[in-house]
């Protein structure tokens, strides 16, 4: 079963706009994690939030966590063309510690 | 480094083929595991492994098999291959576990006529 869920399913923007994504999930969690997926390729790794933590940043992104509403989200700034691509939350929980659950993904288009 | 490396990049069988799928990484990282992509389905854990020598379930273990004997090599075979397998099948690793960011492969494209 899908642990975490992305909302919305497809975004659309102009470049310099700003993206926003949100994550949710069910169940208590030891960090959640952001991917990308450029068409055609494999998953690379953005960013991790520890459950103990509420905001991170790396670069252009920004990324919330919110334990009491479940709830995570990909705030990426000044977006490129170069930005377009599916974008997936990840978490890993406590009750098993070996899996990672990835939800269904956002695609985000960036229009130049 | 060469990363997490997958092979075939793509495959067409016939049903009741079999096939392993190659997933290698040169990274030294202990925990590996092989998700598939099917459209509106998000990733989804086939298998993993902590180390060599131990695999486990994931969420869909049904239809394949796994075997760690090194920590490279982390194969995936189809035992008898179903329509309902075609799909992209993805590999990653990581050092440790989970808890740490995963590196993937670019995938394997597999079509089971």
């Avoid at chain 1, 994504?21 to 997926?37: E, G, H």
């Avoid at chain 1, 977006?79 to 939800?103: I, P, Q, V």
């Avoid at chain 2, 099917?38 to 989804?44: F, Q, S």
């Amino acid at each position: 079963s899908q642990q975490g869920e992305e909302d919305p399913q497809a975004l659309s923007i102009q470049e310099g706009e700003n993206a926003t994504m949100n994550c949710s999930y069910k169940t208590s969690i030891n960090n959640l994690q952001w991917y990308r997926q450029n068409s055609g390729r494999g998953l690379v790794h953005l960013i991790l939030i520890r459950s103990n933590e509420r905001e991170k940043h790396s670069g252009r992104l920004r990324v919330t966590l919110d334990t009491s509403k479940k709830s995570s989200s990909l705030l990426i700034t000044a977006s490129r063309a170069a930005d377009t691509a599916s974008y997936f939350c990840a978490t890993s929980s406590g009750g098993s510690n070996y899996k990672l659950t990835f939800g269904k993904g956002t695609l985000l288009t960036v229009n130049p | 480094n060469a990363g997490v490396t997958q092979t075939p990049k793509f495959q067409v069988l016939k049903t009741g083929q079999s096939m392993t799928l190659q997933c290698a990484q040169d990274m030294n990282h202990e925990y590996m595991s092989w998700y598939r992509q099917d459209p509106g389905m998000g990733l989804r854990l086939i298998h993993y492994s902590v180390g060599a020598g131990i695999t486990d379930q994931g969420e869909v273990p049904n239809g394949y098999n796994v075997s760690r004997s090194t920590t490279e090599d982390f194969p995936l075979r189809l035992l008898s291959a179903a329509p309902s397998q075609t799909s992209v099948y993805f590999c990653a690793s990581s050092y440790v576990g989970p808890n740490q960011p995963q590196h993937f492969g670019d995938g394997t494209r597999l079509s089971i006529l």
